[in-house]
């Protein structure tokens, strides 16, 4: 492994046993206060910007009733059907890596797989540590076109960048619901995309996932200067698709 591969990831770092010199203030007290509501601010920051950016940016791009003739459509038009690296980040069962790898048949594709498949390493929406665990068992493929990278992705991806140049047209696929996975693994890949590349956001428009995946997106976006089209999106944009420019 990398020596700058991050072999700590420990999503519940506790706070150190140290008493504190921080003083609060009451403005600080107010927001303690506020603290249940968080998730619920933080809906009413980033819904609105979504419904602009389905009004905006989004604006003539196709919308499929499910996520299959999203990707079919992104096969028959812009041509995701040849030979692409397919990197699908959150396989769990492996059901859409199986679609992709079922619906391109082109043999230098390459599909690769990156899970733990002990589920989500943090709470998402309520929903405990380990949600989605295939309870470590990666799926079967018999295709010779498929690998795994098996870890979570801070542990797996400087080594997996390194090796795999990501020269070819690439479409990733972000299905990890949080988002600090997915801030991750857009913040490892941003230098690395290129005009033509496609990413496709599983739950880029859903209750949970506009201050997950969207936000990510939002986040890298100002960051690294992303610029993107839409493609497309399923089921009223709680899917979606754009193509880097
Ligand atoms: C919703 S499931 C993926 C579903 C799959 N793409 C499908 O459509 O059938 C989310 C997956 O993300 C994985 N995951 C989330 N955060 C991760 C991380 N930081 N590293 C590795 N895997 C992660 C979980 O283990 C889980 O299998």
């Not at 420990?10 to 927001?31: G, H, Q």
């Not at 396989?91 to 043999?107: A, K």
């Not at 899970?115 to 949600?131: A, C, H, I, N, Y």
């Not at 400087?158 to 479409?171: A, E, K, M, Q």
Request: charged share 20%; net charge negative; proline share 6%.
């Amino acid at each position: 492994m990398a020596s700058t591969t991050n072999t700590n990831h420990n999503p519940s770092n506790t706070a150190a046993e140290v008493p504190s010199t921080w003083r609060p203030t009451a403005k600080s007290r107010l927001y303690d206060l506020a603290r249940a509501l968080g998730e619920q601010f933080l809906k009413a920051a980033y819904v609105p910007r979504f419904n602009e950016w389905c009004r905006t940016r989004a604006a003539g791009a196709p919308d499929f009733p499910t996520r299959y003739g999203l990707y079919q459509h992104l096969i028959d038009a812009h041509g995701l059907g040849g030979p692409i690296d397919f990197l699908e980040f959150g396989v769990f069962f492996g059901e859409s890596l199986r679609w992709w790898v079922g619906h391109n048949s082109d043999p230098a594709a390459r599909f690769v797989g990156f899970d733990k498949f002990t589920g989500l390493p943090e709470s998402w929406v309520g929903l405990p540590p380990g949600t989605f665990s295939a309870g470590g068992q990666v799926p079967q493929f018999d295709d010779p076109r498929v690998s795994f990278e098996i870890g979570y992705f801070q542990e797996t991806m400087v080594d997996f960048i390194g090796r795999f140049p990501l020269s070819r047209r690439t479409v990733i696929h972000l299905d990890a619901d949080l988002y600090s996975a997915t801030l991750y693994v857009l913040t490892m890949l941003a230098n690395h995309l290129k005009p033509g590349d496609v990413i496709l956001f599983d739950e880029i428009g859903s209750g949970y996932g506009v201050t997950h995946e969207f936000r990510a997106l939002n986040d890298v976006e100002s960051a690294y200067g992303l610029r993107y089209k839409v493609l497309g999106g399923a089921d009223n944009f709680r899917q979606g698709a754009i193509e880097i420019i």
